[in-house]
């Protein structure tokens, strides 16, 4: 759930700065989602180890 929460928030980030709604650089935007995705597959990572009794 972590990961569609957060690949759908920078994917928005986008579209919305595509669009011209955001004001902000795409470039800025596309980094900061692919930072949150990563970051959302190393919560993935650690509450599975945590599900399973292990450390990752």
């Given at each position: ?34 930072e ?21």
């Amino acid at each position: 759930m972590v990961t569609t929460v957060r690949r759908r928030g920078g994917g928005g980030g986008c579209g919305r700065c595509s669009g011209g709604g955001g004001g902000r650089p795409q470039d800025t935007v596309a980094a900061l989602t692919i930072e949150l995705a990563k970051l959302a597959d190393r919560i993935d990572v650690a509450c599975i180890a945590h599900s399973s009794g292990t450390t990752p």
